[in-house]
Every structure is written in structure tokens, then in C-alpha cells.
């Protein structure tokens, strides 16, 4: 099997090269992400809780779905794509913000990642895919902030970083 690319970019998004996953992570180099926010008609979000067997992470809730484009994908097309990989569903999304973050984790890989995020709406269980997810739920906004504050150890770092500096871009009855 052939390791995922990852696609190398500048502080501009701009594409600057093609790398395998892991090594993009271990050396830390700038690549482009995204992160699915999908919210039920409650204004809900949909959570994941990774795998266990992920090489970061493992175990932790995140937003509904996240990865990287493959070379050639539009952000939505990669959304598309990957939500129903991991989710087992297909939704609309929407392009919303992006920003770069960097996370270091304890195994020493680090997420140096220029991250789009993506918002979509969907009112049904997902199906999701026993390789990437563990289990999912729907929270409200303001539960997963307060979860967040109480428990932050629960989350992963870059949906913590979403919630903290980008809250008014994923919540759409802000919109």
C-alpha cells in the first residue's frame, strides 16, 4: 500500500512540493489540512472519537471529520470524500476560514498544518468507519466549550485551537 501524500505549502496555501504523510509530521513541514464541522438542525455538532490504533491522538474527540487534500482536490472535493470515508455520509460543505497551527505531540510528530474549515449540515446517524472512528455523538456548542474547559485532556489539540480562536466562524446561528 502506498503512503498518503501530503500536499507541502507556503505561509500563502500556495503548493510548494508533495511529501508522505508520516514524514511531513515528523519533520514538522507546513501542509494543508482541513476540518469538517458538521451541525444537525439542533445546531449540534457532530463529534468523532478517533481510533484507537491512530499514531496521533488516539482516543480523542475532534470536530466530525478532518485529513488532507490529496494533489489536484479542491478543499470541498477532499471534505466530500474523506466524510464519507470516515463518517460513512455525504453532505454539502462550505468553505469557511483557514489558519496555520502547529502541535506538537508526545510521540514526536508534530501537526504543522495550514487548515481550511469546513461547515456542513446533516441530520442523521452517520455510518461510520470502525478503522478511523470509535464513536461519535452530537454536542451543543456550548456543552463542548465547557467540556473543553473541564476536560481538555478529552480533545484533540487542533479542535481545541478551532474552538478557542475561531468559535464565531463554526457557529452558524452566529452567522
Not at 491522538?57 to 482536490?73: A, F, I, V
Amino acid at each position: 500500500m502506498i503512503e498518503e501524500q501530503v500536499i507541502l505549502v507556503n505561509e500563502n496555501d500556495e503548493q510548494i512540493g508533495l511529501m508522505p504523510k508520516l514524514e511531513a509530521h515528523e519533520k514538522a513541514l507546513l501542509h494543508r489540512a482541513f476540518s469538517i464541522f458538521v451541525f444537525n438542525d439542533k445546531n449540534e455538532l457532530m463529534l468523532q472519537q478517533r481510533a484507537a490504533h491512530k499514531y496521533h491522538s488516539p482516543k480523542l474527540w475532534t470536530n466530525t471529520c478532518c485529513s488532507h487534500q490529496r494533489d489536484g482536490e479542491t478543499n470541498i472535493q477532499a471534505g466530500i470524500r474523506r466524510l464519507q470515508e470516515e463518517m460513512g455520509f455525504v453532505t454539502p460543505l462550505e468553505e469557511s476560514i483557514s489558519f496555520i497551527y502547529k502541535a506538537p505531540f508526545d510521540n514526536g510528530l508534530t501537526e504543522h498544518e495550514y487548515d481550511h474549515i469546513l461547515i456542513g449540515k446533516y441530520n442523521n446517524d452517520p455510518n461510520i468507519n470502525p478503522d478511523e472512528v470509535s464513536n461519535w455523538k452530537w454536542m451543543s456548542l456550548d456543552n463542548v466549550q465547557t467540556d473543553i474547559k473541564t476536560q481538555p485532556e478529552n480533545y484533540t489539540e487542533w479542535f481545541k485551537i478551532i474552538f478557542d480562536k475561531f468559535y464565531e466562524h463554526i457557529n452558524i446561528t452566529e452567522a
